[in-house]
C-alpha cells in the first residue's frame, strides 16, 4: 500500500465511512456530508498537494537555475568549460532530481498520516505517549522551583463517538441483521457516569422480509429506566438482558412466523448447548459493548 493510500484509508477511518449504514448521532451527520467527505479524500486532497508539489519544483528549479547562470558566468571569466567544474556537475544533479518528485510526495503523504495516527486513536482525538532516545521534548520554564507540565497540556480532549457497527449472519438461507436504530451519547465531551447496554426497541423490535429472506433486528444503546434496573441482574447486566432478549425474540419469531422458526435457522451446529441467535447476540453485544 502507498503512502497515498494508506493515508486516504486513514482519513476514511476518521470520518466513519464505513459507517453509513447507521443513522443516528454523529453518523447522521457524516452521512449527510457523505459525498463532500468522498471528493476531499478522493479528489481535492490530492489535487492540493499535486498543486503545491508543483509551485515548490519551479521555485527550486528557478532559483537553481539563477545558481547555474551564476556559475557559467564565473566560468567564462576564468576561462574553463562551466561544464567541468564541481559546481555545475552539483546543480544539474539537483535539478534532474526535480524531475522525479515521487520522494517528495511520498514524505508528504506520510508526514500527513503520521500526524493524524499521533492524535487519533479508535475515535478519540487525544496525544498518545512517544517514547525516544533520541528526540527530547522541550517544555516552557523559567527557573521555578517546582514546574508542573503535562503531556496533553493545552490540548483539549475530544470523544468523536462510541464505536458501533451493524452486524449480519446467515444460516438455512435466511439473513439475520442486528442494527443499531438509536444511541445515547456524551454530550460536550462529558463521560457520563451511567452505564450503558444494548436493549431492543421498545416497539416494533424485528422484521421479516419473507421474499427476500432477511430478518432485522433492532437494538438501541442506552442506560437503564428504573424499571429495567429493577429487571436485569447488577452483576452482569448485559448477560442478563442479552438472555431475557433472546427468550423474547425467540417466543415473538414463533408466534408471528412460524414458517420463519420453523427452519431450524437457530440451531448452532457447533454449539449444542447455544442457538445460533443466542451465539452471535453475545458476539454483538461484546464486540461493540
Known sequence: MTDKEKLKKLLKELFRSDKADLDFGIYRIMNQKREEIEKFIEKDLVNHIDGE??????????????????????????????????????????????????????????????????????????SKRRYSKEEKYAIPYNGEEVYLHWANND???????????????????????????????????????????FVLKEKDYFDYDEEDKVLNIYFEYRSLSKSEEKKYSNRNTQRDIREKTFKKLEKEIKDDTSNLYDLNWLVDDKNKSKSLLETHLYKYTTKNH
Open 53 to 126: 508539489l508543483s509551485k515548490l519544483e519551479k521555485h527550486d528549479e528557478e532559483r537553481l537555475n539563477q545558481e547555474l547562470e551564476k556559475v557559467k558566468q564565473e566560468a567564462k571569466e576564468l576561462g574553463v568549460d562551466y561544464k567541468e567544474t564541481a559546481k555545475y556537475k552539483e546543480i544539474k544533479k539537483k535539478i534532474n532530481q526535480l524531475n522525479s518528485s515521487k520522494h517528495i510526495e511520498a514524505n508528504i503523504y506520510n508526514e500527513i498520516y503520521r500526524f493524524f495516527k499521533r492524535y487519533y486513536d479508535n475515535g478519540d482525538f487525544l
Open 155 to 197: 490540548q483539549y480532549y475530544v470523544k468523536t463517538n462510541e464505536e458501533f457497527s451493524n452486524y449480519s449472519f446467515d444460516k438455512n438461507g435466511i439473513k439475520v441483521n442486528f442494527e443499531i436504530k438509536e444511541a445515547q451519547e456524551d454530550k460536550n465531551n462529558n463521560k457520563s457516569d451511567e452505564d450503558r447496554y
